[in-house]
């Protein structure tokens, strides 16, 4: 099975700030690799797939990079509504496997 | 606008059986697999399963294999989990979800509680 790990595990960030999550997976997934948001108490939102692509209605300060073994989120201007939990999931071969998350609290 | 809408959830005992349900609208739903994911309380995601459009292909994550069963019925929009020999550890929000862009739609999850 393909291992997914995220760094850092959680981090504090003030409205505005630039964030960057990192992804790893533990062999090449090419840029079989998606994003997603969830706040407490809801379901997970999609936000990009293909590593770079992001779904319709996703706000443009998303952004995503990266292929083969190492990818990476980028929140370019943090909002309020932002402040949620971040899963990466390969999806290049089953079972599909997700990344740990990463919580962005406020600072 | 996709809509997916989880039902069957409850309180099970430890070898015990349940069948979720995940009623699909504003999609044509035969034309899409269909993933289930789960979350574990205060863990974090966990994908389970995935049925292919037309039915010719399931995977399943090892923890579930030979217990659980995916399946649908496109004439009724539904898909479908059959959980049996159920443990502690298959206690969790259970979601179905499409797979269309990645898993681009998700329902709003249902309750899996395995204790006795």
């Known amino acids: 099975d393909i291992q997914m790990t995220q760094s850092p595990s959680s981090l504090s960030a003030s409205v505005g700030d630039r964030v960057t999550i990192t992804c790893r997976a533990s062999?090449?997934?090419?840029?079989?690799l998606a994003w997603f948001q969830q706040e407490p108490g809801k379901a997970p939102k999609s936000l990009l797939y293909?590593?770079?692509i992001l779904q319709s209605g996703v706000p443009s300060n998303f952004s995503g990079s990266g292929s083969g073994t190492d990818f990476t989120l980028t929140i370019s201007s943090l909002q309020p509504e932002d402040f949620a939990t971040y899963y990466c999931q390969q999806y290049n071969s089953f079972p599909w496997t997700f990344g740990p998350g990463t919580r962005v609290d406020i600072k | 606008q996709v809509h997916l809408v989880e039902s069957g959830g409850g309180v099970v005992q430890p070898g015990g059986s349940l069948r979720l349900s995940c009623a699909a609208s504003g999609f044509t739903f035969s034309r899409y697999g269909m993933h289930w994911v789960r979350q574990a309380p205060g863990k974090g995601l966990e994908w389970v399963a995935i049925?292919?459009?037309?039915?010719?292909?399931?995977y399943y994550a090892d923890s579930v294999k030979g217990r659980f069963t995916i399946s649908r019925d496109n004439s009724k929009n539904t898909l479908y989990l059959r959980m049996n020999s159920l443990r502690a550890e298959d206690t969790a929000v259970y979601y179905c979800a499409r797979g269309g862009s990645g898993l681009d739609s998700w329902g709003q999850g249902t309750l899996v509680t395995v204790s006795s």
């Open positions: 049925i292919w459009y037309d039915e010719s292909n399931r």
């Open positions: 293909a590593a770079s």
């Open positions: 062999q090449g997934i090419s840029s079989d």
